[in-house]
Structures are given as structure tokens and as C-alpha cells.
């Protein structure tokens, strides 16, 4: 199995900032995407931010400037550094891996979500 677990959710003023962090455990073979994405209720889950093995980034337009993925490859860690949070970023906020596991076909690719941490910027 390969287990994914998010942190460092909570309540900020707006204008503050948060760190999120991910680290996914288990059987893994290797990572090959990251990414982080949000929910707010009765609303889709959207892509916030996510960052390929190679290290490209690639951010939804409404974060862009304010927000930061990066990965830790040697901790199959991913963090999402906010920036300048508005109110409208409130959410419950997931992380997403994209893995090759060892305890099946190498040829296979995995996606697990963590269960998710809660955002709340207070205006």
C-alpha cells in the first residue's frame, strides 16, 4: 500500500501565510507527478498547483505569484508555500501522487490522494 498524509492546514488572517506539507510512505517504487488541489462544498475539486519529476511547475491563474509548489524527492515529500492569502482560498486542500509501486507491475502508474487538510483565511 502507499499511504499519503497532508499538514499543516489551519486558520490565517488574510494577507498571511501558510506552509502545506505531504509525504507519501509505502510501497513505492518511484514518483512521478505531485500536485495539490482544493475543494470548497458543492464545488469541484481543482488543480491548485503540481510539479512533475522533473521539477516543472505549473500553478491555476488564480495563485499564481502568491503560491509555491516544490518536492523533496529523498522524503517523497511535496509543500505548497501560500503566500498572500485571500479569503476565496479557504478550502479543504489535497494532495495528490502519482506513484510506481513495488508490490505491483512496475509498468503501472497509481494515483492517491491524502485525506485532505482544511484552509481558512478569515477576512
Known amino acids: 500500500q502507499v499511504q499519503v498524509v497532508e499538514s499543516g492546514g489551519g486558520l490565517v488572517q488574510a494577507g498571511g501565510s501558510l506552509t502545506l506539507s505531504c509525504v507519501a510512505s509505502g510501497s513505492i517504487l518511484s514518483i512521478n507527478g505531485m500536485g495539490w488541489y482544493r475543494q470548497t462544498p458543492g464545488k469541484q475539486r481543482e488543480l491548485v498547483a503540481s510539479v512533475t519529476s522533473g521539477g516543472s511547475a505549473n500553478y491555476v491563474d488564480s495563485v499564481k505569484g502568491r503560491f509555491t509548489i516544490s518536492r523533496d524527492d529523498a522524503k517523497n515529500a511535496v509543500y505548497l508555500q501560500m503566500n498572500s492569502l485571500k479569503s476565496e482560498d479557504t478550502a479543504v486542500y489535497y494532495c495528490?501522487?502519482?506513484?510506481?509501486?513495488?508490490?505491483?507491475?512496475?509498468?503501472?502508474?497509481?494515483?492517491?490522494w491524502g485525506q485532505g487538510t482544511q484552509v481558512t483565511v478569515s477576512s
Open positions: 495528490n501522487v502519482e506513484c510506481r509501486r513495488l508490490d505491483r507491475s512496475p509498468y503501472l502508474q497509481y494515483i492517491v
